[in-house]
C-alpha cells in the first residue's frame, strides 16, 4: 500500500483515466493481493479518481508459461554447495548453544538457518524488534545475510548456469514495452497473451508487474545487474563487506525494480530516448550500455546490451528441457 503511493506521488503525471496502470500478477495468492492492495493505494492516493485493476493473472501450474515465477526450468536446481559450505561455518555454534538451552530440541544447521529470519517477519509484522531477534549476535546475522546472498547466487543468480535464462522471457517483454514493438521471445513468455493488445498493450504509459523474490533475482542476473567488476563468483572462504551482491538490497521486503524511459534533449534541438534503472530507489550503473554517473543509457544502446535476452538465452533455454 505504501509502495502504491509512493509511485503515485512520484509517477502521477503518466496517469490519466485513459492511460492507468496496467498491472499483472503471478498466479500465487500472496502475489494477487499484493497487486490488489497496490491498486488500491493509486486510488487511495488519487483520491478515487483513478481505480487500476489486475488485468493479468499470469498461472502458476505446470506446464503454464509465466514471465514472473520461476518454474519453467525444470533442469534447474538451487547449487547448495557453497552456501551450505559457508553455512557450516557459522551455524554450529548456534545449534549448540540452542541445544544445550533446550534439551532434546534437535536443531541442526538447516534448522538454524531456517529460523533465523523469524527475526525479520516478526519485526515487519509487529512493526516492532522481536524478542526473537535477542537470540543471535549481530555478527551471526550478517554471516546469514551472506548465506542469503550466497543461496540466490547460486539458485536463481549467476553462479547457476541455468539461472539468468529464467529471466530471460520477462526482459523480452520489457524491451518490448520500451520500443513499442511486438516481443520477440522464444523462452517462458505466454505467445497468445503477449500478442493482444487486451493482454499486453504497447501504449501505456505504465506497467507494474508483481512477481517473486527468486524471479526477480533471475531478472537482474539476466539483465546484467550486480555483477562483480572483477567477474569473480562469491566464495565460501571470505565474506567480503563491500560486496554488490547483496540479497537485502535487491528483494528486501516489498522489493521492486523500476525501470524508467525518459525523452531527453541531447543538446542539438532533437529529442533522444533514455533508460535508467531504480532497484529499490538505487540506481543502477548501467556502464554495460555506457551509462554515466547519473545511470542513464540511449535506449538503442541499452536494447544492443541486452544480446542474452533478445538470443534466448544463447542455447541455455534448451537446456533446462535436456535429458542426461
Known sequence: FESGIEHYARYRHLISSDRLPFVRASGSDRVIKSAEIWADAISFASNDVYHPETSVILPEVDGANNTLDDSMCPNAHS????????????????????????PGADLDAEDVVNLMPLCAFET???????????????????????????????????????????GVGYVNELLARLTSQPVRDHTQTNSTLDSSP??????????????????????Y??????????????????????????????????????????????????????????????????TF??????????????VESQAYAR??????????FELD
Open 198 to 219: 487486451d493482454t499486453f498493450p504497447l501504449n501505456r504509459t505504465f506497467y507494474a508487474d508483481f512477481s517473486h523474490d527468486n524471479q526477480m533475482v533471475a531478472i
Open 124 to 166: 515487519i509484522f509487529h512493526r516492532a524488534t522481536s524478542p526473537f531477534c535477542n537470540l543471535f549476535a549481530f555478527e551471526e546475522f550478517e554471516a546469514h545475510e551472506y548465506y542469503d546472498d550466497l543461496s540466490r547466487y547460486y539458485k536463481t543468480g549467476p553462479g547457476n548456469p541455468l539461472g539468468p535464462i529464467q
Open 289 to 302: 550500455c555506457g551509462a554515466g554517473a547519473d545511470g542513464v543509457c540511449a535506449l538503442d544502446d541499452f
Open 79 to 102: 547449487l547448495t554447495e557453497v552456501p551450505n559450505a559457508w553455512r557450516d561455518t557459522f551455524v554450529p555454534l548456534i545449534a549448540a548453544r540452542f541445544n544445550e538451552a533446550a
Open 221 to 286: 542476473s539476466a539483465l546484467g545487474l550486480f555483477q562483480r567488476e572483477d567477474g569473480r563468483a562469491p566464495s565460501a572462504e571470505e565474506m567480503n563487506p563491500g560486496r554488490r551482491w547483496r540479497i537485502s538490497r535487491m528483494t528486501p521486503f516489498s522489493a521492486r525494480m523500476v525501470v524508467e524511459k525518459l525523452t531527453c534533449d541531447d543538446g542539438s534541438d532533437e529529442e533522444r530516448e533514455y533508460v535508467r534503472i531504480l532497484v529499490n530507489d538505487a540506481v543502477q550503473p548501467l
Open 311 to 320: 538470443g534466448n538465452g544463447n542455447g541455455d533455454w534448451s537446456k533446462c
